[in-house]
């Protein structure tokens, strides 16, 4: 018989922060307070100077083409030199990854109303998913996550915390919202990523669209099929729409649980 998995809590991960891998330590020290070393002459560069020129070449060309030989020729360098800056490859990521995020930009709405700020939050963290499709490339591993990925948490936190649940519950909802920005984002990603390597919106959604076409008379696709066939009720949503569509609901039970009193 297998064995069973243990179930991993909020309280696990906090308790087991004391007990961080040092390769991973390391990386999150860099992240947190990056320094050129002091060996040597004086550095040409700064780090964010390092971090400025790989973000630029996974803007134009995409992730694969942001190496360390890549970064190092843009900057003059070679790339044994960049090490100075980055011991090896994912402590450079870590840093384009948190600097491509950027900040949350401020809320426009009041306080007091946390459904229009969480809302105001995902369309902001789905416009940067979209201008940076790179970022989305990345697999979601055990790795350091910097200050302005806790500014985004934060910038979430607040709204929520304002409906009056728990921290444990205020909690499950960020992750609840977050997982649908995140999810709902994917066929616009997709798009700017095709975007960006010269493909129209036009020629995307004709592949899109004749790949999901396959399932219309394929007895193994009924549900989907009647899906894509059925008769339209009014115009349709652009992705923008559909994802705040989808985002409503979402805060539509958010809301429910909320007047439910269950905190």
């Known amino acids: 018989m297998a064995a069973r998995k243990r179930t991993v809590t909020h309280a696990d991960i906090m308790e087991a922060s004391g007990r961080v891998d040092p390769d991973l330590r390391r990386r999150s020290e860099l992240l947190w307070d990056r320094a050129v070393s002091t060996r040597g002459p004086k550095a040409a560069f700064t780090p964010d100077d390092v971090v400025r020129v790989a973000i630029q070449i996974a803007d134009d060309d995409g992730l694969a083409a942001m190496t360390m030989q890549a970064v190092a020729v843009r900057l003059g360098l070679t790339t044994m030199a960049l090490y100075r800056y980055f011991p090896n490859k994912e402590a450079l990521y870590d840093a384009i990854v948190d600097a491509g995020m950027g900040q949350p930009p401020a809320f426009r709405a009041?306080?007091?109303d946390w459904r229009a700020r969480v809302a105001e939050w995902a369309h902001a963290k789905r416009a940067m998913l979209i201008a940076r499709p790179w970022l989305a490339e990345l697999p979601f591993v055990a790795a350091p996550h910097g200050p302005n990925w806790l500014t985004w948490l934060e910038a979430i936190a607040e709204p929520l915390s304002q409906?009056?649940?728990?921290?444990?519950?205020?909690?499950q909802m960020l992750s609840i919202v977050d997982g649908y920005t995140r999810g709902a984002s994917d066929t616009a990603i997709s798009l700017a990523r095709a975007e960006a390597r010269g493909v129209s919106a036009e020629q995307w959604a004709a592949a899109v669209g004749a790949d999901l076409g396959r399932a219309i008379g394929d007895p193994r696709f009924p549900s989907f099929a009647a899906i894509l066939t059925a008769p339209s009720d009014g115009k349709p949503l652009s992705l923008e729409e559909s994802f705040d569509?989808?985002?409503?609901?979402?805060l539509d039970g958010i809301a429910l649980y909320v007047r439910g009193g269950v905190v």
């Open 110 to 112: 009041p306080v007091s």
């Open 245 to 250: 569509f989808g985002l409503q609901r979402v």
């Open 163 to 171: 409906t009056g649940l728990s921290g444990p519950f205020v909690g």
